[in-house]
């Protein structure tokens, strides 16, 4: 698979606690992106980032806060969890304006966080 | 703002059926459109972009600006076809970089 890997793949937290998620890639790409997946609702962005310490809002951020220290890691933080958080979460990484041409995503595994 | 309809959640064909999952967009500009995949158990995955006019696993969609549709289509379902489809819009200009994806269609191909 490509150079792409997320933790943890699964969580189980309570209501209130803060979780990380940790999206890492080897593929030295600029773009990095965070979406959540429910059903009825598709895939949905949260945050994304164009580059190390720049990120923008996507249109579900509420409640999420995303870091970019270094080129391969992009964190999403949720800093109080809630039920309505419980999701499957996907990384996926872009190398938009290089040999790619247009912007093709590629996808971590995901990871699925349970809120209790 | 950009917006993409998927009218179906749920398709169901029998196997060597012709198959097609509808994909509708609200863009003003000039958009790029993908078809992505998720097979069970396996990572969303690119199946097709308009750009490249290509036929991966047997699948075409072509970009009707007029009707502003970007359908997927296949002569002959395949059981292995069975998916979760995500019709997906970049924009142009500053926007290009973000993806908005559909609600998807879950296609089920029957023997």
């Known amino acids: 698979d490509a150079g792409i890997t997320q933790s943890p793949r699964h969580k189980v937290t309570e209501t209130g606690t803060p979780v990380t998620l940790r999206c890492h890639q080897t593929e030295n790409h600029r773009y990095m992106y965070w979406y959540r997946q429910d059903p009825g609702h598709g895939l949905r962005l949260i945050h994304y980032?164009?580059?190390?310490?720049?990120?923008d809002k996507g249109e579900v951020s509420d409640g999420y806060s995303v870091s970019r220290s270094k080129t391969e890691d992009f964190l999403l933080t949720l800093e109080s969890a809630t039920s309505s958080q419980t999701s499957v979460y996907f990384c996926?990484?872009?190398?938009?304006?290089?040999?790619?041409?247009?912007?093709?995503?590629?996808f971590g595994a995901g990871s699925r966080l349970t809120v209790l | 703002a950009q917006r993409v309809t998927q009218p179906e959640k749920l398709l169901s064909v029998f196997k060597g059926a012709p198959v097609e999952l509808k994909c509708n967009y609200s863009y003003s500009g000039s958009p790029e459109l993908f078809w992505y995949v998720q097979y069970s158990r396996q990572r969303l995955q690119l199946l097709l972009r308009?750009?490249s006019r290509e036929s991966i696993k047997g699948f075409t969609a072509d970009l009707n600006k007029g009707e502003t549709s970007f359908h997927l289509k296949k002569p002959f379902a395949q059981e292995e076809d069975s998916a979760m489809y995500y019709c997906a819009l970049s924009g142009g200009g500053g926007s290009n970089y973000k993806l908005t994806f559909g609600k998807g269609t879950l296609l089920t191909v029957n023997p």
């Open positions: 996926a990484i872009s190398d938009f304006g290089g040999d790619a041409g247009a912007n093709v995503l590629t």
């Open positions: 308009h750009i």
């Open positions: 980032s164009y580059g190390v310490k720049d990120t």
